[in-house]
Structures are given as structure tokens and as C-alpha cells.
T-cell receptor
Framework: KQEVTQIPAALSVPEGENLVLNCSFT??????LQWFRQDPGKGLTSLLL?????REQTSGRLNASLDKSSGRSTLYIAASQPGDSATYLC???????????FGGGTRLMVKP | DTEVTQTPKHLVMGMTNKKSLKCEQH?????MYWYKQKAKKPPELMFV???????INESVPSRFSPECPNSSLLNLHLHALQPEDSALYLC?????????????FGPGTRLTVT
């Protein structure tokens, strides 16, 4: 059974710092990995989707990498801003079908 | 239009009530999903509809009854719920569920069972 773990569970940084969020998964047979952002009590906003054949994806200040063989992905946020404060979830897709397995999330607080 | 809408945003119901949650998308997606999310936990899949047919039921109690009246709409009928069913209910859709297409999530319905 696929298990997805995110470390740290919570992170507080001052504004302007570059930071890295980690996601690990136990079964490397994934089709792709997706990073989401969730504001308190709200739905999920997709940030980046990395296919299993890709090493990284970039969108603005966000960069996500994928090392399928070691079962790891990282989300790099450059020059963090208070508006980045949210919970970040990673989710992996199995190679059959479209079911997502989510990690527990990292709650990020960026202080002004 | 990449929007999934959900109504209502908030719902408070007693354990004897019957209520329904609604989800709608107009992206032409043929797969729709219900997830349940407890506070500070990741979303957990409840149901998957593929081409208007129920394809996955993740051992959800019968007090939750999904319905897909057409390809754009997904309902979740609630009856005789328990306080522990209080959670954020998220709807999502994707092009279909046979390939790993991106899922688009709605804003959720915050359900409180009293």
C-alpha cells in the first residue's frame, strides 16, 4: 500500500526566505505527483504536476522536483511571502487509474 | 473555465435530517470524485464516478449516498449522520479516471452534524 509522508508537518519562516518542503512515498511505481495548496477551510488549488518521466516543474517562484527511484519530491519556494502561508499537500497517482494518495501536508506560516 | 463549484458552502444538520451536497463542473470532465477531509488531515477518497457510473466506493457507510444525474453534476445525499461525520467535503473532477489526468477541486462544503 502506498504511503506518502510530508516533513516537516509545520514550518514557520520570516518573509523573504527560500524554503524546501519534502514529500516521500513508499512505492516508486507512480504515474505522476501533484503539489496542492490549501488555505484554511478551503478547497485545494493545484500548484504543479510532475509526470513520472520528468525531473522537475517550475511555476513562478515555485519549483518541484521528483526523484522517483528514491521516492522523493521537493517543493522549493523562493523569496517567501506572507501570502504563501497555507497548507501544502503532495499527492501521488498510482500507475493504474486516477486515484490520488495524499501526504499529511506541511502547514507553512510566513511571518512579515 | 476550470472551475468546480460546490453548494452549500456551509451546512449544519441534526442527526435525523436529510440533506444533499451538490457539485457542478462544465469542463466536459467524465470523472467526478467525493473526498472527505477532517481537520488537519489529508483528503480521503469516498467515491468515484466515471461516465456517470459509480466506479469506486471506498467502503463508505450507507448513510452517504452519491448520485450522478448527468455528466456535469454530482450529488451526495446525507441521512442519519453522526457527529463524527463533521468534516470538509470536497468534490473534484478530471477528464476521466482511466488515465492520470489532473484533478480539479471545488472549494468544499463545511458540514457540521449536531
Amino acid at each position: 500500500k502506498q504511503e506518502v509522508t510530508q516533513i516537516p508537518a509545520a514550518l514557520s519562516v520570516p518573509e523573504g526566505e527560500n524554503l524546501v518542503l519534502n514529500c516521500s512515498f513508499t512505492d516508486s511505481a507512480i504515474y505522476n505527483l501533484q503539489w496542492f495548496r490549501q488555505d484554511p477551510g478551503k478547497g485545494l488549488t493545484s500548484l504543479l504536476l510532475i509526470q513520472s518521466s520528468q525531473r522537475e516543474q517550475t511555476s513562478g517562484r515555485l519549483n518541484a522536483s521528483l526523484d522517483k527511484s528514491s521516492g522523493r519530491s521537493t517543493l522549493y519556494i523562493a523569496a517567501s511571502q506572507p501570502g504563501d502561508s497555507a497548507t501544502y499537500l503532495c499527492a501521488v497517482r498510482r500507475d493504474a487509474g486516477n486515484m490520488l494518495t495524499f501526504g499529511g501536508g506541511t502547514r507553512l506560516m510566513v511571518k512579515p | 473555465d476550470t472551475e468546480v463549484t460546490q453548494t452549500p458552502k456551509h451546512l449544519v444538520m441534526g442527526m435525523t435530517n436529510k440533506k444533499s451536497l451538490k457539485c457542478e463542473q462544465h469542463m466536459g470532465h467524465r470523472a467526478m470524485y467525493w473526498y472527505k477531509q477532517k481537520a488537519k488531515k489529508p483528503p480521503e477518497l469516498m467515491f468515484v464516478y466515471s461516465y456517470e457510473k459509480l466506479s469506486i466506493n471506498e467502503s463508505v457507510p450507507s448513510r452517504f449516498s452519491p448520485e450522478c444525474p448527468n455528466s456535469s453534476l454530482l450529488n451526495l445525499h446525507l441521512h442519519a449522520l453522526q457527529p463524527e461525520d463533521s468534516a470538509l467535503y470536497l468534490c473534484a473532477s478530471s477528464q476521466d479516471d482511466r488515465e492520470p489526468y489532473e484533478q480539479y477541486f471545488g472549494p468544499g462544503t463545511r458540514l457540521t452534524v449536531t
